[in-house]
C-alpha cells in the first residue's frame, strides 16, 4: 500500500502546530515552543550535545559568534560554508549534523544560528515573556521532548521552522511526531516508515550534484527517528540540555 502524506494520516494533529517560522505569532501565548529544523538546525544542536557540547549559544545574528568566542576563548563556533562544504573562514564548523563531528567540542561551548531554526528561537525569545519557554525538536529527539513535557502545566505547541517562512515536509512530520508522543499515540512501524520516504521524497532533488556530506545530512540524519535523548531548552541565548530534569521535578519529598 503507498504511503500516505503526513496530514492524510494526521489530520487532527495538523492544527496543533505552527507550520513555518513566518507565522509565528508576534506575541505568543504562554506555552512550551518546540522548534523543529530537521534540515538542519535543530538535528545539528543534537549532534553538538551527543558529541559533548556544554552548551549551544543562539547567536541573535550570523557574525555575533566571533564575539562570542572571543568573550569564551574555548568555544567552538558554527558559521556558514562553503562551495565544497567546509567552514567558511573564522568558524569551526558550518550547520550540518554530519561534519561538527569533525570537530572537538567535548566540554565545549559552541555557538550557531541558521536562517530557519535558529532564527525562530530568536524570535520566540525577542517576543515571548516570562512564560514563554523554547526547546530544538527534531524527528530525532520527538519522543524525548514529549516525554519531557508531558504533564506541563503549559500547552506544547510545536513550531515547524520551514524554509524561507514557508512550511517543509521533514519539519511537518517531526511536528506531529512530538503531538502523536504527547498524547499516547505514538506511530506504528509502518506509519514511521511512511514518514521517512515523506522526508526522503522531499529532499531526493536537492542531493542531485551535492557532496556526500551533504547527501548523508539529507538523506541520512535527517531521518532518524528517536535516536537522541536530549532535550535542548533555552536559558538566556543558551540551548541546554535539561533531560531528566522532569525526573527530579516530579521526585515525592523527602
Known amino acids: 500500500m503507498a504511503s500516505q502524506p503526513p496530514l492524510e494520516i494526521d489530520a487532527q494533529y495538523a492544527d496543533g502546530l505552527i507550520p513555518s517560522r513566518g507565522q509565528l505569532p508576534q506575541e505568543p501565548e504562554p506555552a512550551n515552543y518546540v522548534v523543529i529544523d530537521v534540515t538542519h538546525y535543530s538535528t545539528t544542536v543534537l549532534e553538538l550535545f551527543a558529541a559533548g557540547a556544554e552548551y549551544v549559544h543562539v547567536p541573535e545574528e550570523r557574525g555575533d559568534e566571533f564575539a562570542f568566542r572571543k568573550d569564551h576563548p574555548d568555544a567552538k563556533i558554527g558559521g556558514g560554508s562553503t562551495d565544497d562544504y567546509t567552514p567558511t573562514e573564522g568558524y569551526d564548523f558550518f550547520n550540518s549534523p554530519s561534519y561538527v563531528h569533525e570537530v572537538d567540542v567535548e566540554g565545549r561551548p559552541t555557538a550557531i544560528t541558521s536562517t530557519n531554526g535558529g532564527a525562530a528561537v530568536t524570535d520566540l525569545r525577542k517576543r515571548g515573556g516570562d512564560d514563554v519557554d523554547v526547546y530544538i525538536g527534531a524527528t530525532a529527539n520527538a519522543a524525548a521532548v514529549a516525554d519531557h513535557l508531558r504533564g506541563d502545566d503549559k500547552p506544547t505547541v510545536p513550531v515547524a521552522a520551514g524554509s524561507e517562512l514557508k512550511p517543509s515536509p521533514e519539519d511537518t512530520v517531526g511536528a506531529v511526531l512530538v503531538r502523536r508522543y504527547l498524547d499516547g499515540n505514538p506511530p506504528s512501524e509502518a506509519e514511521l516508515a511512511a514518514y ?13 550534484d551535492k557532496a556526500d556530506i551533504r ?8 531521518k532518524r527517528i528517536d535516536v537522541h535523548t536530549a532535550v535542548p531548552k533555552l536559558e538566556g541565548q543558551r540551548l541546554v540540555d535539561v533531560a531528566g530534569d522532569e ?5 515525592p519529598s523527602a
Request: charged share 40%; proline share 0%; with cysteine.
Open 196 to 208: 521517512q520516504e515523506i522526508i526522503e521524497a522531499g529532499k531526493l532533488a536537492k542531493c542531485v
Open 215 to 222: 547527501v548523508r545530512d539529507l538523506l541520512e540524519y535527517s
Open 247 to 251: 525526573e527530579e521535578r516530579n521526585a
